[in-house]
């Protein structure tokens, strides 16, 4: 940025003149300067507080009383600009400036606002924006830091606040509000003098403002003597004072209902409370009695807030008063009858105020023992209304941790329902019956809730410092959940623990599922930090060597549901087992097992009779991989009709899946990693038939899937039904009869009809044709029996829809179970697919995992579960399978079942009905190709390129299909087909993508295939078929791995073949009259580009005078329609590869003709043009100055332009009287002025290079270096020629020699890999040309 240039002296200049100097030299040197304002205003606030750093670095750096003036000017201005939301943002940049210039007084920038936005001169449209101004600009100097240190500042500052707060309409209490932040900093002499003039005596007004009563308080806690002597002893919570109070507060929660945070008001009432020891009167008289009498929304959320506010500031005798009023009760209340989006709005709230009272008394574990206590007490009929996972327990301190801990477990052994808090709601008092209202049903929600609070307390703890908590609850669970008390004994602590009401089986089952949600949470712990366990064992064999102590000491203890003698037994086998497995712990497989017997043998206090089948033959599988030999003796190795270990391992597997346990699901995914190596194709069909669509939707599973949430509490539902439905209304119950009495209708079927039609007229219901005129009614009788039969096939209608309707019910939740059980067994499969890769048997999963998603894409299941597992599959096969980087190497005498398999997934990929079906098919086709590849010797391991990827293919292609087991002639038939049924169907769901990746993976294949494209480019086929084919040749002749599959005279050959095909195919084409005639079009010159570039750089001897007379044919067509405008969106394109084209065979772009505005007529214009109107303007200073090019005039210009356009597109010829060229030029740029004729002829660039190569290490130049590198030449004695023309085979042929002759590199000898869909010719070019440099630079002496 340009400095602030000094203003001259020499001579006096007027006072507006000096203004207009400084406001010219301001525009001229500081346009960055007026930028930082705009910023200021943006609503980012990040944009914002940048802007103002930089205004004030700005100022600091160049110091300037013009740049100082228009700085405060521009930030006083923009106080009172219209948008609102840009006046705080001035207002604090001129706080900053104000902050950061202390030199600047006060008085004088309020004089400022006042005079710019004067309360005196403003008329009712400026109203509101000249009283915001004056408020922000009070603000403003509050906010700098100063204004309590200049006394004159600020009394101008009270007074004009005090004028604000008479304009309530539109700054409501902002002014006063403003007031009471000044006056809380000020110092306290300053404060004495000002109160007078700010505060009446008047104790209505005081109490009749939110703001004057906070006002009061602040003058109260500051000069309270001087307070009193202006208006006496006051005794604010009186019985005169609290209705106005509660008024107060009312107002008070309204105006703070939209920022949802606590009234300041309010605290302070609080805290004169307490200071007046007046807590008590206050609470119950003001806030429970007062507010919450007819309580609003806002006025609740008030007293919660004010509740968690006041949580630091209590003792502890003020805290149990407080959590045991009526205001608790209403906050209990208001959280089980809120809606939920009012509900998540005030529980995070709670819970900050609890976690900071908390945080804050870590040194005193009473008090936050007391309040963890206080807010659980907390119930709704015996249930607390606090969630169980309630983060700020993490905050307790091991003190009281402990004690809350204890506190829970003796409130589940005896609860003592006169310390609970508990209530009733008024849906409750009216609709619940009082046969509920029973201590029993309290006692059960209270410890429903215990047992999960327990469980919960485990997220928060550390297994290092709180091992013993957790030791704790984990065997207070065990114990409770699976063992009662016999004779109590002081080896067993839990012995000693009575019940004040019996534990029934109910709450038993509670306990059971609470303490597996405890086992997982351990277990992840453990994983995590597997080191800080006992011994580095893992908690769940703790907890079995707990229960093995306990089945020992029968004396004392007995197991809930008594084992058996052989449950017993299987038991006594297990613990056998584990010490063997211990035994051998080093092995990851001992360690899987091991977790797989720990946690069945727990369920086999949960389900004895399921558990000890499941314990025998895991031990049995268990002991039989352990001692499995694969050179076991002949005696052994004879054929037995028992099943092999593995499969009997997946059955039981499965069988564990089919429970709704994550845990379980983890330890079925780890058990199944070390075992699926020796999986067996029995096995693996145990799986498959899982997830066999077919069959499932037929026939019902062989594994039965219960949900065991369901039955468990399934009477938990049906007893608090009414308390989760509390709130609802009877309309629902009349919705809910509504939509019975539809689903009847609409279920009415012809039967049912019949029957009614047959039991009227058996009542002479209804009348006849014969008897209209002997029609009488029916007797009281009669209409009795009628409706009886009525009644009773009503009743048997409803019944029969009733139970269509279960069924219907229990069909879809079968399905949803279903669904779920298969997403649980496609662990097994990923499992199978990322640990062994190379298993043979990977090879049987394509077909399945094709047909599961084949079947989901076609039902388009709108349910989550179908979503999911459709998504799931599809992700197994794809990332997991189809790319994996190992793959099977075992195929041996498989391979022709292999190629037929490749020949039925191109089969099916091709009579898909969609494409992306379509694409999972193709793709298992490749991987299969993959593997038929890859089961080579070593020297053709994956890491090399199949047939044809060395530089003499030829003689290895025989070698290489003999040593791998690709039968290339087969598969080459079989994409053959499929590939002419792309290009000659009308709707094919094959896409071109997926044969560029055929072609790109295996270039010996696309080779075999291209004859096929060639034929379909010039052949009679439709136009979209001929512009897919042009396409794919495209992508694939840039393709380096299909260029070394070619010798160069074969590669050459077809080259000029193409050309051949495609000159013809464009010669053919007429005008473009659909979308597929124009995208031909479009294919065929991008592939004559991709042919020409290939001829440029291998230096082919291609004959080029069919194809650029042909090309020369169509540029007169292409003009035309360009300029006529008649063309479509993708005329431009079209017209950019012609000449792209062209350029390559030397034929310069002629210069388009600039046309002049001046010579345009008037009537030509548009009239949409014409009505649109001049929006705003660009000052002087903002507009960019035009380049004048000296020596040129505009009679030149027009020549040369107009000669470019007409004569510039003209085949070059090469000069040969250049010198060569000895090291770099800078690139200059032509202007007008450069002569462009000489003798009347037109100058053109040549494509051909002017200097020979100098040595055979002289790098080459490409055609754009080339033409960047030369000067412009002059032709004399020639005659220009048109391009058009095609009479002039002399420069065609002088063209065709300069491309021939260009040194062009040949290809680079490293062989990259490249995507074909991601290569680019400009890439290899960019390479090619950083090497030339790079060479050109190391000659350069």
């Given at each position: 940025?340009?400095?602030?240039?000094?203003?001259?002296?020499?001579?006096?200049?007027s006072?507006?003149?000096?203004?207009?100097d400084?406001?010219?030299n301001?525009?001229?040197?500081?346009r960055e300067?007026?930028?930082?304002?705009?910023?200021?205003?943006?609503?980012?606030?990040?944009?914002?507080?940048?802007?103002?750093e930089?205004?004030?670095?700005y100022?600091?750096?160049?110091?300037?009383?013009?740049?100082?003036?228009?700085a405060?000017k521009?930030?006083?201005?923009?106080?009172?600009?219209g948008?609102?939301?840009?006046?705080?943002?001035y207002?604090?940049?001129?706080?900053q400036?104000?902050?950061?210039?202390?030199?600047?007084p006060?008085?004088?920038?309020?004089?400022?606002?006042?005079e710019?936005?004067?309360?005196?001169?403003?008329?009712?449209?400026?109203?509101?924006?000249?009283?915001?101004?004056?408020?922000?600009?009070?603000l403003?100097?509050?906010q700098?830091?100063?204004l309590?240190?200049?006394?004159?500042?600020?009394?101008?500052?009270?007074?004009l606040?005090?004028?604000?707060?008479?304009?309530?309409?539109?700054?409501?209490?902002?002014?006063?509000k403003?007031?009471?932040?000044i006056?809380?900093e000020?110092?306290e002499?300053?404060?004495?003098?000002i109160?007078?003039?700010?505060?009446k005596?008047?104790?209505k007004?005081?109490?009749?403002?939110?703001?004057?009563?906070?006002?009061?308080?602040?003058?109260?806690?500051?000069?309270?003597?001087k307070?009193?002597?202006?208006?006496?002893?006051?005794?604010?919570?009186?019985?005169?004072?609290?209705?106005?109070?509660?008024?107060?507060?009312?107002v008070?929660?309204?105006?703070?209902?939209?920022?949802?945070?606590?009234?300041?008001?309010?605290?302070?009432?609080?805290r004169?409370?307490?200071?007046?020891?007046?807590?008590?009167?206050?609470?119950?008289?003001?806030?429970?009695?007062?507010?919450?009498?007819?309580?609003?929304?806002?006025?609740?959320?008030?007293c919660?807030?004010?509740?968690g506010?006041?949580l630091?500031?209590?003792?502890?005798?003020?805290?149990?008063?407080?959590?045991?009023?009526?205001?608790?009760?209403?906050?209990?209340?208001?959280m089980?009858?809120s809606?939920?989006q009012?509900?998540?709005?005030?529980?995070?709230?709670?819970?900050?105020?609890?976690?900071?009272f908390?945080?804050g008394?870590?040194?005193?574990p009473?008090?936050q023992?007391?309040?963890?206590?206080?807010?659980?007490?907390?119930?709704?009929q015996?249930?607390?209304v606090m969630?169980?996972?309630?983060?700020?327990?993490?905050?307790?301190?091991a003190?009281?941790l402990?004690?809350?801990?204890?506190?829970?477990?003796?409130?589940?052994?005896?609860?003592?329902?006169?310390?609970?808090?508990?209530f009733?709601?008024t849906n409750q008092?009216?609709?619940?019956?009082?046969?509920l209202?029973?201590?029993?049903?309290?006692?059960?929600?209270?410890?429903?809730?215990?047992?999960?609070?327990?469980?919960?307390?485990?997220?928060?703890l550390?297994?290092e410092?709180?091992?013993?908590?957790?030791?704790?609850?984990?065997?207070?669970?065990?114990?409770?959940a699976?063992?009662?008390?016999?004779?109590?004994?002081?080896?067993?602590?839990?012995?000693?623990?009575?019940?004040?009401?019996?534990?029934?089986?109910?709450?038993?089952?509670v306990?059971?599922?609470a303490?597996?949600s405890?086992?997982?949470t351990l277990?992840?712990?453990?994983?995590?930090?597997?080191?800080?366990?006992?011994?580095?064992?893992p908690w769940?064999?703790?907890?079995?060597?707990l229960?093995?102590?306990?089945?020992?000491?029968?004396?004392?203890?007995?197991?809930?549901?008594?084992?058996?003698?052989?449950?017993?037994?299987?038991?006594?086998q297990?613990?056998?087992t584990?010490?063997?497995?211990?035994?051998?712990?080093?092995?990851t497989?001992?360690i899987?097992?091991q977790h797989?017997?720990?946690?069945?043998?727990?369920?086999?206090f949960?389900?004895?009779?399921?558990?000890?089948?499941?314990?025998?033959?895991?031990?049995?599988?268990?002991k039989?991989?352990m001692e499995?030999?694969?050179r076991r003796?002949?005696s052994?190795?004879?054929?037995s009709?028992?099943?092999?270990?593995?499969?009997?391992?997946?059955?039981?597997?499965?069988?564990?899946?089919a429970?709704?346990?994550?845990?379980?699901?983890?330890?079925v995914r780890s058990?199944?990693?070390?075992?699926?190596?020796?999986l067996?194709?029995?096995?693996?069909?145990?799986?498959?038939?899982?997830?066999?669509?077919?069959?499932?939707?037929?026939?019902?599973?062989?594994?039965?899937?219960?949900?065991?949430?369901?039955l468990?509490h399934?009477?938990?539902?049906?007893?608090?039904?009414?308390?989760?439905?509390?709130?609802e209304?009877?309309?629902?119950?009349?919705?809910?009869e509504?939509?019975e009495?539809?689903?009847?209708d609409?279920?009415?079927?012809?039967?049912f009809?019949?029957q009614?039609?047959?039991?009227?007229?058996?009542?002479?219901?209804?009348?006849?044709?014969?008897?209209?005129?002997?029609?009488?009614?029916?007797?009281?009788?009669?209409?009795?029996?009628?409706?009886?039969?009525?009644?009773?096939?009503?009743?048997?209608?409803?019944?029969?829809?009733?139970a269509?309707?279960?069924e219907?019910?229990?069909?879809?939740?079968?399905?949803?179970?279903?669904?779920d059980?298969?997403?649980?067994a496609?662990?097994l499969?990923?499992?199978?697919?990322t640990?062994?890769?190379?298993?043979p048997l990977?090879?049987?999963l394509?077909?399945?995992?094709?047909?599961?998603?084949?079947?989901?894409?076609?039902?388009?299941?709108s349910?989550?579960?179908?979503?999911?597992?459709?998504?799931?599959?599809?992700?197994?096969f794809?990332?997991?399978?189809?790319?994996?980087?190992?793959?099977?190497?075992?195929?041996?005498s498989?391979?022709?079942?292999?190629?037929?398999q490749?020949?039925?997934?191109?089969?099916?990929?091709?009579?898909?009905?969609?494409?992306?079906?379509a694409?999972?098919?193709?793709?298992?086709?490749?991987?299969?190709?993959?593997?038929?590849?890859?089961?080579?010797?070593k020297?053709h391991?994956?890491?090399?390129?199949?047939?044809?990827?060395?530089t003499?293919?030829?003689?290895k292609?025989?070698?290489?299909?003999?040593?791998?087991?690709?039968?290339?002639?087969?598969?080459?038939?079989?994409?053959?087909?499929?590939?002419?049924?792309l290009?000659?169907?009308?709707?094919?769901?094959?896409?071109?993508?997926?044969?560029l990746s055929?072609f790109?993976?295996?270039?010996?294949?696309?080779?075999n295939l291209?004859?096929?494209l060639?034929?379909?480019?010039?052949?009679?086929?439709r136009?979209?078929?001929?512009?897919?084919?042009c396409l794919?040749?495209?992508?694939?002749?840039?393709?380096r791995?299909?260029?070394?599959c070619?010798?160069?005279?074969?590669?050459?050959?077809?080259?000029?073949?193409?050309?051949?095909?495609?000159?013809?195919t464009?010669?053919?084409?007429?005008?473009a009259?659909?979308?597929?005639?124009?995208?031909?079009e479009?294919?065929?010159?991008?592939?004559?580009?991709?042919?020409?570039?290939?001829?440029?750089?291998?230096?082919?001897?291609?004959?080029?005078?069919?194809?650029?007379g042909?090309?020369?044919?169509?540029?007169?067509?292409?003009?035309?329609?360009?300029?006529?405008?008649?063309h479509?969106?993708?005329?431009?394109?079209?017209y950019?590869?012609?000449?792209?084209?062209?350029?390559?065979?030397?034929?310069?772009?002629p210069?388009?003709?600039?046309?002049?505005?001046?010579?345009?007529?008037?009537?030509?214009?548009?009239?949409?043009?014409t009505?649109?109107?001049?929006?705003?303007?660009?000052?002087?200073?903002?507009?960019?100055?035009?380049?004048?090019s000296?020596?040129?005039?505009?009679?030149?210009?027009?020549?040369?332009?107009?000669?470019?356009?007409?004569?510039?597109?003209?085949?070059a010829?090469t000069?040969?009287?250049?010198p060569p060229?000895?090291?770099k030029?800078?690139?200059?740029?032509?202007?007008?002025?450069?002569?462009?004729?000489?003798?009347?002829m037109?100058?053109a660039?040549?494509?051909?290079?002017?200097?020979?190569t100098?040595?055979?290490?002289?790098?080459?130049k490409?055609?754009?270096?080339?033409?960047?590198?030369?000067?412009?030449s002059?032709?004399?004695?020639s005659?220009?020629?048109?391009?058009?023309?095609?009479e002039?085979?002399?420069?065609?042929?002088?063209a065709?020699?300069?491309?021939?002759?260009s040194?062009?590199?040949?290809?680079?000898?490293?062989?990259?890999?490249?995507?074909?869909?991601?290569?680019?010719?400009?890439?290899?070019?960019?390479?090619?040309?950083?090497r030339?440099?790079?060479?050109?630079?190391a000659?350069?002496p």
């Amino acid at each position: 940025m340009a400095e602030m240039k000094s203003p001259t002296k020499a001579e006096p200049a007027s006072p507006a003149e000096a203004a207009q100097d400084d406001r010219r030299n301001l525009l001229e040197h500081s346009r960055e300067f007026l930028d930082f304002f705009w910023d200021i205003a943006k609503p980012d606030q990040e944009t914002r507080l940048r802007a103002t750093e930089k205004l004030l670095d700005y100022l600091r750096t160049r110091p300037s009383d013009s740049e100082m003036k228009y700085a405060l000017k521009r930030l006083i201005t923009g106080l009172g600009v219209g948008r609102e939301a840009a006046r705080p943002c001035y207002s604090l940049a001129l706080a900053q400036l104000l902050q950061s210039f202390e030199d600047i007084p006060l008085c004088d920038i309020l004089g400022q606002i006042q005079e710019k936005y004067s309360l005196q001169a403003m008329n009712k449209a400026m109203m509101r924006p000249t009283l915001f101004a004056n408020l922000f600009g009070v603000l403003a100097l509050f906010q700098s830091g100063r204004l309590a240190k200049d006394k004159e500042a600020l009394m101008k500052s009270v007074k004009l606040l005090k004028i604000l707060s008479q304009h309530h309409n539109h700054l409501q209490g902002q002014p006063i509000k403003a007031l009471v932040d000044i006056l809380s900093e000020v110092p306290e002499s300053m404060f004495q003098e000002i109160l007078p003039t700010v505060l009446k005596g008047d104790m209505k007004v005081i109490l009749g403002s939110p703001k004057y009563l906070e006002l009061f308080l602040l003058a109260k806690r500051r000069i309270p003597t001087k307070l009193e002597s202006l208006i006496g002893s006051v005794d604010l919570f009186s019985e005169d004072n609290i209705p106005s109070l509660v008024n107060v507060l009312k107002v008070a929660a309204n105006s703070a209902k939209k920022e949802h945070k606590l009234p300041n008001v309010a605290l302070d009432l609080l805290r004169l409370a307490l200071k007046e020891n007046k807590l008590e009167l206050f609470w119950k008289k003001v806030l429970e009695e007062g507010l919450l009498k007819t309580p609003s929304w806002t006025s609740s959320y008030m007293c919660f807030r004010l509740l968690g506010a006041s949580l630091p500031l209590l003792s502890e005798e003020q805290l149990q008063m407080v959590m045991r009023g009526d205001l608790i009760r209403h906050f209990g209340e208001n959280m089980v009858v809120s809606k939920p989006q009012n509900l998540f709005k005030i529980i995070p709230e709670i819970s900050t105020y609890v976690g900071t009272f908390l945080e804050g008394c870590q040194d005193d574990p009473k008090r936050q023992f007391t309040m963890i206590v206080a807010f659980t007490t907390i119930t709704n009929q015996g249930l607390p209304v606090m969630p169980t996972f309630w983060r700020v327990t993490r905050f307790l301190n091991a003190e009281a941790l402990q004690s809350y801990v204890a506190w829970l477990r003796d409130m589940f052994l005896q609860p003592d329902l006169d310390s609970l808090v508990d209530f009733s709601t008024t849906n409750q008092k009216r609709t619940q019956d009082a046969s509920l209202n029973v201590p029993e049903r309290t006692v059960f929600r209270l410890r429903k809730w215990i047992i999960h609070r327990l469980v919960s307390l485990v997220d928060h703890l550390h297994l290092e410092k709180d091992e013993a908590v957790v030791e704790q609850i984990a065997r207070f669970c065990l114990f409770h959940a699976f063992f009662k008390t016999k004779k109590a004994t002081p080896q067993i602590p839990e012995t000693k623990q009575h019940f004040s009401f019996p534990l029934d089986d109910h709450t038993r089952g509670v306990i059971v599922s609470a303490f597996f949600s405890l086992l997982q949470t351990l277990n992840v712990k453990f994983r995590q930090t597997p080191d800080l366990a006992e011994n580095g064992k893992p908690w769940t064999y703790r907890l079995v060597q707990l229960a093995d102590m306990l089945l020992n000491h029968n004396r004392n203890v007995t197991s809930a549901t008594p084992l058996t003698t052989p449950q017993r037994q299987a038991w006594d086998q297990m613990m056998s087992t584990l010490k063997e497995l211990e035994a051998r712990s080093s092995e990851t497989k001992a360690i899987a097992f091991q977790h797989l017997l720990l946690l069945v043998g727990l369920h086999i206090f949960k389900s004895p009779a399921e558990s000890c089948d499941v314990l025998g033959d895991i031990q049995t599988c268990i002991k039989k991989s352990m001692e499995q030999n694969p050179r076991r003796p002949r005696s052994r190795a004879k054929a037995s009709q028992e099943p092999v270990w593995v499969e009997v391992m997946v059955e039981i597997l499965l069988s564990l899946l089919a429970q709704p346990s994550n845990l379980m699901r983890q330890v079925v995914r780890s058990v199944f990693g070390h075992i699926c190596s020796h999986l067996t194709p029995r096995g693996l069909q145990l799986i498959l038939a899982v997830l066999n669509p077919v069959t499932n939707e037929d026939e019902d599973d062989n594994v039965v899937v219960t949900d065991e949430k369901q039955l468990k509490h399934g009477e938990d539902k049906d007893s608090d039904s009414e308390d989760n439905k509390n709130s609802e209304s009877d309309m629902d119950s009349e919705d809910g009869e509504e939509s019975e009495e539809e689903d009847r209708d609409k279920d009415v079927d012809p039967g049912f009809r019949q029957q009614l039609m047959e039991v009227l007229q058996a009542g002479n219901a209804l009348g006849g044709v014969d008897n209209e005129d002997d029609e009488e009614e029916l007797g009281d009788e009669a209409m009795m029996a009628l409706d009886q039969n009525l009644a009773s096939l009503f009743k048997e209608q409803k019944m029969r829809i009733q139970a269509r309707n279960e069924e219907k019910n229990k069909l879809q939740k079968e399905k949803k179970l279903r669904r779920d059980f298969q997403i649980r067994a496609l662990d097994l499969i990923e499992v199978l697919v990322t640990k062994q890769p190379e298993h043979p048997l990977i090879l049987e999963l394509l077909e399945p995992l094709l047909n599961m998603i084949q079947h989901s894409m076609r039902s388009r299941g709108s349910t989550k579960q179908e979503q999911d597992l459709l998504h799931k599959t599809a992700r197994i096969f794809m990332h997991h399978l189809c790319r994996a980087r190992r793959y099977c190497h075992e195929v041996g005498s498989g391979a022709e079942a292999l190629h037929a398999q490749v020949e039925r997934l191109v089969q099916q990929a091709g009579s898909q009905a969609d494409s992306s079906v379509a694409l999972y098919y193709f793709n298992a086709s490749l991987y299969l190709l993959r593997v038929l590849k890859g089961n080579t010797t070593k020297r053709h391991q994956d890491g090399q390129k199949l047939n044809g990827a060395d530089t003499q293919p030829e003689p290895k292609d025989s070698e290489d299909q003999t040593a791998n087991c690709l039968d290339l002639d087969f598969v080459t038939r079989v994409y053959s087909a499929s590939l002419e049924s792309l290009l000659t169907k009308r709707n094919s769901s094959l896409t071109v993508p997926m044969f560029l990746s055929l072609f790109s993976r295996y270039p010996v294949i696309c080779k075999n295939l291209l004859p096929i494209l060639v034929q379909h480019v010039a052949g009679p086929s439709r136009p979209r078929h001929q512009a897919q084919a042009c396409l794919m040749l495209q992508k694939t002749l840039s393709a380096r791995e299909l260029r070394v599959c070619f010798e160069d005279p074969e590669w050459e050959q077809l080259i000029t073949q193409l050309l051949g095909k495609a000159t013809q195919t464009l010669q053919t084409l007429g005008e473009a009259q659909s979308k597929g005639e124009h995208q031909r079009e479009l294919s065929i010159l991008e592939l004559l580009n991709t042919l020409f570039r290939t001829v440029n750089h291998e230096k082919l001897s291609v004959d080029l005078t069919a194809p650029l007379g042909v090309l020369q044919s169509k540029q007169q067509r292409l003009q035309q329609s360009l300029q006529q405008g008649n063309h479509s969106s993708g005329s431009n394109r079209l017209y950019d590869h012609y000449w792209q084209a062209m350029r390559m065979l030397g034929v310069q772009r002629p210069k388009s003709e600039k046309k002049n505005a001046k010579d345009i007529p008037s009537d030509t214009q548009s009239p949409v043009s014409t009505k649109r109107k001049k929006k705003g303007f660009l000052p002087e200073t903002k507009k960019r100055k035009k380049l004048k090019s000296e020596g040129t005039t505009p009679e030149k210009n027009a020549a040369s332009q107009q000669d470019a356009v007409t004569e510039g597109a003209m085949p070059a010829t090469t000069g040969t009287d250049q010198p060569p060229s000895t090291g770099k030029k800078k690139r200059k740029r032509v202007k007008a002025s450069t002569p462009s004729q000489v003798n009347g002829m037109t100058v053109a660039k040549s494509l051909a290079p002017s200097n020979p190569t100098l040595s055979p290490s002289t790098p080459a130049k490409t055609p754009k270096l080339q033409k960047k590198k030369e000067k412009l030449s002059q032709v004399n004695g020639s005659t220009p020629v048109s391009p058009i023309e095609p009479e002039s085979k002399k420069h065609h042929q002088k063209a065709l020699e300069a491309i021939r002759k260009s040194p062009l590199s040949a290809l680079p000898k490293k062989r990259a890999r490249l995507s074909l869909l991601s290569r680019s010719p400009s890439l290899l070019q960019s390479g090619l040309k950083r090497r030339r440099v790079a060479s050109r630079r190391a000659q350069t002496p």
